[in-house]
């Protein structure tokens, strides 16, 4: 981990390091500031409890997809993955709140750059575990063979894949890309962070997404076609209504991350204190965590057997 700072004067401890940072940027000041002013106590408050729901949701979804037999293929196994993705993404971010404002200053440059990069690895793990969700599909549509419960070895590639992924990017910080040399290359939303890295980690968020939105197009025409070709119509039916609810999913998602991932690269144009927006950054983030709370009931919404499996779930534990 890169936390030497440049020669000449320095500060003594992480905690110096971490206020000549947030000084730097121009968040000092409202770190500081009694939190019991304002409305940011109810802010607060109302962040945690949305963390909260989404863990628990998130959590049934797991336990519904344990529980059942009926969840235990390949497509099952990737939502399982993605729940798993938006429960840690909820227990990050309350983490993440819990250790803000002032106690920020108390935490170690370690502890800082793991309590950051919690939350990339939960963006980097739900952005990879839609794109392992569509690489099967694809697959799965050329082939046009259904899905063979014995052989999960590809899933458990894709899935190991996507965690190996996201942990490498969330572990690039803490390892030495970052701007403890480098003032003038901080970000603003995170003041230890390289605007380059954050760079380099949006580009590859969009690229992923780009990649996404053209294997599920490439998907949708070969559902259709194979619809008018095969006289069966209750596969296509059903091959169609889940490819419906997995592209909702990644408009939800592209819907609540694209204004933080614009931010973020309104942060890397800017220099420290000339973009006002970048101070108001607790919303984005709050929406992107949303999406988080999202999928749960999008795949209640869109699934019967998951819907049942629910009021089951939710029967029993009243």
């Known amino acids: 981990m890169a936390t030497v700072l440049p020669p000449g004067p320095q500060p003594a401890s992480g905690n110096e390091t971490l206020q000549v940072h947030y000084n730097y940027v121009g968040k000092l000041e409202g770190r500081l500031k009694d939190p019991s002013k304002g409305g940011s106590t109810l802010t607060t408050i109302l962040f945690l409890v949305v963390c909260s729901f989404i863990v ?22 990737f939502i399982g993955n993605l729940a798993l993705c938006d429960l840690l993404a909820g227990i990050a971010y309350e983490v993440n709140i819990l250790m803000s404002g002032k ?42 063979r259904p899905y063979d419960a014995n052989k999960k070895h590809r899933v458990f590639l894709l899935i190991g894949m996507c965690w190996l992924i ?29 605007k380059k890295y954050i760079a380099f980690c949006i580009s590859i968020f969009i690229a992923i997404l780009v990649t996404i939105v053209i294997l599920y197009a490439r998907i949708y025409f070969l559902v259709k076609s194979s619809s008018r070709k095969v006289a069966n119509h209750n596969n ?73 499996a629910f009021f089951r779930l939710v029967c029993n534990c009243l």
């Open 236 to 308: 296509s039916e059903r091959s169609m209504a889940l490819l419906r609810t997995v592209v909702i999913v990644v408009s939800v998602f592209i819907a609540c991350w694209s204004p933080l991932f614009i931010l973020f690269l309104i942060d890397v144009a800017c220099k420290a204190k000339e973009c006002s927006i970048l101070f108001k950054d607790q919303w984005f983030i709050m929406l992107a965590v949303l999406n988080s709370a999202m999928n749960p009931v999008i795949y209640t919404l869109a699934s019967k057997e998951m819907r049942r």
């Open 166 to 194: 996201a942990f490498s990017l969330g572990a690039l910080p803490i390892l030495g890309w970052n701007c403890l040399q480098n003032l003038p290359d901080c970000s603003t939303i995170l003041p230890l962070y390289s």
């Open 56 to 77: 628990l949701e998130n959590l049934m979804v797991l336990i519904a997809i344990w529980k059942n037999n009926k969840f235990h293929n390949r497509m099952y196994f």
């Open 103 to 144: 106690k920020t200053f108390s935490l170690s440059l370690t502890v800082w750059f793991i309590r950051e990069g919690s939350m990339f690895v939960a963006l980097g793990a739900s952005t990879c575990s839609l794109l392992a969700i569509a690489i099967e599909r694809h697959l799965t549509m050329i082939k046009m």
